[in-house]
């Protein structure tokens, strides 16, 4: 399976925000609407979280990708 095709696994499961490079590596941030509170527009941020960052794109995908197989 290429990167991608896990990437869009990845997706059908959680919805990503984004994807981020900075000093620290690459880390997707996802959506998690439960999270956020109902009602008030600006909560939708606290939805937001990053786990954590990785060194390369390739590597963020394929240990996100284990990580959604670990909880089906």
Known sequence: MTTLEMLH???KQKTIY????CNAGV???FYYPEKSPQGRRE???LGLST???YSS???MVEAEYKKLGEKL
């Open 9 to 11: 696994e990845i997706e």
């Open 43 to 45: 909560g939708w941020k």
């Open 51 to 53: 786990d954590r960052y």
């Open 57 to 59: 794109f390739e590597e």
């Open 27 to 29: 880390g997707i941030c």
């Open 18 to 21: 984004n994807i981020h490079y």
